[in-house]
C-alpha cells in the first residue's frame, strides 16, 4: 500500500488552510468548444506564490515538530518550490535555505529573497547543488525538503484535486502536468480515494517525455535534455512520485511544443488568465484530443502563472 | 434628479441575470502593500466579452420591447461595445449591425463576426461612421444604442458597482476608469444609492484627460488627441453622463502613460489576471498615491481583459 492516505491528505488540507488559497475554478465556453467537452480549470496560478507548490511546501514546513523546525528547512531548487518554500518557512518563523545556481535569473532569486529565504548560490550542475545543500544542512541542521520525492510534500499537492473534487464532483478525467511528480501523484490519490470513477491522466512535454518513457517501460528514466518550454516540467520523476503513478495514473501522453503555446495562449486571450507554459500542457492535451474528450466533464489542474512577461513565445 | 433609478439599476440587474457573469473580486497582499490599504478588484476583465460593456449592452438589447427587437440593434464602435452587443442581442436572437471602419484590426473584426453581428464598413472619420449608421437604420429600422450616453446603458454598467457593494461592503471609495462615462456614471449612481458614504472617483490618463477638465470647467470639453496607450477611455463624455458624473462623482484624477503600463504590469506578474491598459488606470491611481489610500478600503472596477499579445507594451 502506497504510504500516503486519504487521512494525510485531509490533514495537509487542514495544515494548510489558515494559509493557502483555496483557489477558484474557472470555467469558459470558448475552451469547452475547443474541447468538446465541459473543462474546469483548477487554479493554481492564483495559488500563494502563483503556484500549486505552496500547497506541498506548506503541508512539509507545518508537519515539523518545533524542535525539527527550529533548524529550518533547505532545498536545492530555483524555480516554484524556493519561492514556496521560503514563504511556508517565512510564516511559520523559521529559517529557509535556497541553494541555487548563481546564473539563476534575477526574477527568481527576487522572488525567494521577497519571502526571507537566505540564497546560498552554487554550480549549475547538479553535484554542485547537492554539495552545497549538504554543506548548509551540515551547518545549520536543517530539514531537507525534497521539491516533490517527499510523501508530504505528496499529499500537499494532493489537496487541489480533493478541493476540485469539492467543486466538480465526480469528472470523467482529471489532467496534471508531470516533471517530477509530485502534483501528478498527489492527484491521482486524492482522486483514487474520493472518486475513484474518474481517470487521472498525467500530461508531458514530447521534449521532456521521461515520465512517459518511465510509465510505459516500468523502468525510472533519467531526465530529457533541458529542451520543452514548460520549464517546470523537466525533472524526472523521482522512486516515491514513480511508485504512486505506477499505481494510481491511468495514462502519461504527450504534447508539442507549438500545442502548448497554443494553448497558453488561448487560455490568456479567451480566459483572460495568466497561465505558465507547465499549465498549458494539460489544457494542450484536452484541445488537441490527446486523449478522448468528447462529451466528457474533465479537471484541469493549472499548475502556476509564473511567466517572464519580458520573454513570451509569441 | 437624474433620471436613472436605484429601481432601474435593480431592474438590470434581474434583466442581465441569466447571461452575464457575476464577476469576482480579487484581492493581493502585494498590491495592499504597494497601495497601504485594502484593495478588491472587481474583475470585468472575466464578464462575457472580456469587459464590463456587457452589462450595458445585455441590458439595453433586453430593454427593448418584442416589436423593437425584432427589427434589430445597430451601434458605431470597434471596440469592446460593438462585440457586448453582437452577443447581447445574438443571446436575444435578433440582428446587431455594427459600423466600423475597414481599417479596425482583424481581431475586433473577428470578435464582432465570431458573436454574430453583421458588420457594415465605413471610412475612419467620425462623419462617415454616423452617415453609415444613419444609412444602417433607414435600411433595417434597428434601434441604435449608444455606447455610453444611453440611461439603460448607464443603469447596466451600475450593476458592477452593485455587486461589489454586495461583497464588499461599504469602501471608503470606488475608482473607476472614464472614457465616455458610462461605467463612471453607472458606478457613482450605485454608490450613491446603496453606499452614500463611499466617495467615487473617476480616473482619466493624462493624455485623454478631457473629462477631467470637463469636470473642473463645468464646460463639456471635446476628446483629445488619441495618444494614450488606454484605448478604451479615448471618447469624450456625453451630455447625460456628464450630467451624471457632475452631479454624483466626488473627483476625476489622472495618470501618466508609465503609471499605467506599471500598473498593467504588476497586476499581470503578482495576480496572474490579464487586464488592458484602460483597466489598469485607476489601479495606478492608487498605486502612485494621486488620492489618499493609506488604510482606506478601495474598490476598483477592472474593466475589461482584451489586450492584443503580440503588441505588448514592455
Known amino acids: 500500500m502506497f504510504p500516503v492516505t486519504l487521512e494525510d491528505i485531509h490533514h495537509a488540507a487542514e495544515r494548510i488552510r489558515p494559509y493557502a488559497h483555496r483557489t477558484p475554478v474557472f470555467t469558459s465556453?470558448?475552451?469547452?468548444?475547443?474541447?468538446?467537452?465541459?473543462?474546469?480549470?483548477?487554479?493554481?496560478?492564483?495559488?500563494?506564490?502563483?503556484?500549486?507548490?505552496?500547497?506541498?511546501?506548506?503541508?512539509?514546513?507545518?508537519?515539523?515538530?518545533?524542535?525539527?523546525?527550529?533548524?529550518?528547512?533547505?532545498?536545492?531548487?530555483?524555480?516554484?518550490?524556493?519561492?514556496?518554500?521560503?514563504?511556508?518557512?517565512?510564516?511559520?518563523?523559521?529559517?529557509?535555505?535556497?541553494?541555487?545556481?548563481?546564473?539563476?535569473?534575477?526574477?527568481?532569486?527576487?522572488?525567494?529573497?521577497?519571502?526571507?529565504?537566505?540564497?546560498?548560490f552554487c554550480k549549475k550542475t547538479l553535484a554542485s547543488r547537492e554539495a552545497t545543500l549538504e554543506e548548509v544542512v551540515d551547518q545549520t541542521n536543517a530539514t531537507v525538503i525534497?521539491?516533490?520525492?517527499?510523501?508530504?510534500?505528496?499529499?500537499?499537492?494532493?489537496?487541489?484535486?480533493?478541493?476540485?473534487?469539492?467543486?466538480?464532483?465526480?469528472?470523467?478525467?482529471?489532467?496534471?502536468?508531470?516533471?517530477?511528480?509530485?502534483?501528478?501523484?498527489?492527484?491521482?490519490?486524492s482522486a483514487h480515494f474520493i472518486s475513484p470513477k474518474t481517470k487521472v491522466i498525467g500530461?508531458?512535454?514530447?521534449?521532456?517525455?521521461?515520465?512517459?518513457?518511465?510509465?510505459?517501460?516500468?523502468?525510472?528514466?533519467?531526465?530529457?535534455?533541458?529542451?520543452?518550454?514548460?520549464?517546470?516540467l523537466l525533472t524526472a520523476l523521482g522512486d516515491k512520485t514513480f511508485a504512486c503513478i505506477r499505481e494510481f495514473v491511468d495514462d502519461i501522453v504527450t504534447v508539442d511544443e507549438n500545442e502548448i503555446i497554443e494553448a497558453m495562449r488561448f487560455v490568456w486571450e479567451r480566459m483572460k488568465i495568466i497561465i505558465e507554459p507547465s499549465s498549458a500542457v494539460p489544457v494542450a492535451a484536452a484541445i488537441k484530443q490527446k486523449i478522448p474528450c468528447e462529451g466528457k466533464r474533465i479537471g484541469i489542474i493549472i499548475s502556476g502563472g509564473n511567466v517572464d512577461l519580458s520573454q513570451l513565445p509569441w
Open 203 to 232: 500530461v508531458e512535454p514530447a521534449l521532456a517525455a521521461d515520465a512517459a518513457k518511465s510509465f510505459r517501460t516500468g523502468k525510472l528514466q533519467p531526465p530529457f535534455p533541458p529542451k520543452t518550454i514548460a520549464d517546470g
Open 146 to 189: 525534497h521539491p516533490y520525492n517527499d510523501y508530504r510534500i505528496i499529499a500537499g499537492q494532493g489537496t487541489a484535486t480533493a478541493e476540485l473534487l469539492q467543486d466538480v464532483p465526480l469528472p470523467d478525467i482529471i489532467l496534471a502536468p508531470v516533471g517530477g511528480g509530485g502534483l501528478l501523484s498527489g492527484s491521482a490519490l
Open 29 to 120: 465556453k470558448a475552451l469547452d468548444k475547443m474541447v468538446g467537452g465541459h473543462v474546469f480549470l483548477k487554479c493554481e496560478n492564483l495559488q500563494k506564490v502563483g503556484a500549486f507548490k505552496f500547497r506541498g511546501a506548506c503541508n512539509a514546513v507545518f508537519s515539523l515538530s518545533d524542535k525539527e523546525a527550529q533548524n529550518g528547512v533547505a532545498t536545492h531548487s530555483s524555480g516554484n518550490h524556493a519561492a514556496a518554500l521560503a514563504l511556508a518557512a517565512q510564516i511559520r518563523g523559521i529559517p529557509a535555505y535556497i541553494v541555487m545556481p548563481k546564473t539563476a535569473s534575477e526574477v527568481k532569486k527576487n522572488a525567494v529573497a521577497g519571502y526571507g529565504g537566505q540564497i546560498k
